[in-house]
């Protein structure tokens, strides 16, 4: 198994020219961001070209109407000729008879757009949870996911021990994964090497395993992950001072260069 390495821009600091340049002499594949707006978007694609960097869109829907909201983000995102989309889908109050409807439609569009839509497992959206999760794939076996299980780890309190057969089922839907450790009381470690946090990285260490193994099973060779840590508000601080405990970027680095090692030697 082949993987292929992304960055978020989220929590970068500088211009976008900047951001890119850093991204690509670091040996990253792509980026995965929200679309730009509507008057940056041409320096952001000639800026993609430059740098040979693939692009992985990132939406997030909204609104009374989320299935209108999601249409019109993947229109959006189109002109940019993503890889993948990855989408935080719905909402985890939505009844389940409308989450259904909503990825029903979500996967009518993905079939018309022609590229990817994987739906993130993330806190606050449908896919909430192991068992939710599982309940729509059971219903609608087509969707594809987006792995972020640092959340599942902060919503069930737990590296998921009473839960092995959800995410065991989920995995062969996974095409991409979000490479963040989480625990149980939060969906970020202060550093994912740090000695305390040992059981929690083998924990996440497994799952991307078990997930690479299923979509080999399934033929596929490549798998993206992308190294998302997020600043403060997910990075711990220091109190009275605000002052992150990690740098940013080196805890990512340190990310994406265990995986490579892991996956291509």
Known sequence: MRISMYKALWGMDGDMESQFR?????????IEAHPPADEHTESFKQLLQQYNLDYIALIATSGKNHALSFARQVERCLDLNPVLINSHSGKDSMPFAE???FFQETLRIEAQAGVPIAHETHRGRAMFTPWTTKLLVEELPALKLTADLSHWC???????????????????????????????EGPQVPHPGAPEYERELHAHEQWWREICL???????HL???????????????????????????EVCSWMAKRLEKQYMT
């Not at 299923?214 to 596929?220: A, D, M, S, T, V």
């Not at 997020?230 to 990075?235: D, F, V």
Request: charged share 20%.
């Open 99 to 101: 989450q259904v409807a």
């Open 22 to 30: 850093r991204i690509a002499e670091a040996g990253y594949s792509g």
């Open 214 to 220: 299923k979509r080999q099973e399934e033929g596929q």
């Open 223 to 249: 798998m993206t992950f992308t190294a998302e840590y997020g600043p403060p508000g997910y990075m711990h601080t220091l109190p009275f001072t605000n002052q992150p405990v990690s740098d940013l970027w």
């Open 154 to 184: 902060c919503v069930c309190e737990s590296l998921l021990e009473d839960q092995q057969e959800c995410p065991t089922f989920l995995f062969r839907h996974v095409v991409h994964i979000h490479a963040r450790v989480g625990y149980a």
